[in-house]
């Protein structure tokens, strides 16, 4: 059973960098054809697609937010990592990573984590 | 990139009854790559339906998707307790969307 879990700082400071990471367990990150997502929910809202890395390390962002962001893969920890530059008050929400298969559907999601911008 | 529009907003309905959700695409949806998701507070989506019509693992049948280029629905055959939640539908083309989600709540 494919298990995600995010950790990361729970709070962040305006204009800086929000940093997390994702583990995986039960399965190899390197296996395919799967691709590894972010996704965030602020408060009482909708979800909001960040991006994703394939195993090959080919990513794809929201345009939304493709100036701010990157993704990375370290496959020696399975693990994978958002980073979003230059936050403010409007980043604050849960994040979440999941599985995405090949059909495009996210079928494994880690439990989410917080994350505050405030000063 | 495609928007989803979800409708209704809210659902009121009763344990037992029939639950009819849509969701619209401003684009055709490339291979009916459309997912259904459920989330109840505090936990993460989880996912129902994808390629707009096969059942996730575990998911009861009572749970069904139908639809093709634009038009999609869930359809809850019989609510049971544990159906009451918000639902999301979500498509992949050359990006990934959700839509705005549907709150099935208890009339």
Redesign the interface.
């Known amino acids: 059973q494919v298990q995600l879990q995010e950790s990361g700082p729970g709070l962040v400071k305006p204009s800086q960098t929000l940093s997390l990471t994702c583990t995986v367990s039960g399965g190899s990150i390197s296996s395919g054809p799967y691709y590894w997502s972010w996704i965030r929910q602020p408060a009482g809202k909708g979800l909001e697609w960040i991006g994703r890395i394939y195993t090959s390390g080919g990513t794809s962002y929201s345009p939304s937010l493709k100036s701010r962001v990157s993704i990375s893969l370290d496959t020696s920890k399975n693990q994978f990592s958002l980073q979003l530059s230059s936050v403010t008050a409007a980043d604050t929400a849960v994040y979440y990573c999941a599985r995405r298969g090949g059909r495009g559907e996210l079928d494994y999601w880690g439990q989410g984590t917080l994350v505050t911008v405030s000063s | 990139?495609i928007v989803l529009t979800q409708s209704p907003g809210t659902l009121s309905l009763s344990p037992g009854d029939r639950a009819t959700l849509s969701c619209r695409a401003s684009q055709s949806v490339a291979?009916s790559?459309l997912?259904w998701?459920q989330q109840k507070p505090g936990?993460?989506?989880?996912?129902l339906i994808?390629?707009a019509s096969?059942r996730?693992t575990g998911i009861p049948d009572r749970f069904s998707g139908s639809g093709s280029g634009t038009d999609f629905t869930l359809t809850i055959s019989r609510l049971e307790p544990e159906d009451f939640a918000v639902y999301?539908c979500?498509?992949?083309g050359s990006?990934?969307?959700?839509?705005?989600?549907t709150k099935v709540e208890i009339k």
């Open positions: 990139e291979g790559y997912a998701y936990q993460a989506p989880r996912l994808y390629g096969s996730a999301y979500q498509q992949y990006s990934l969307t959700f839509g705005g989600g």
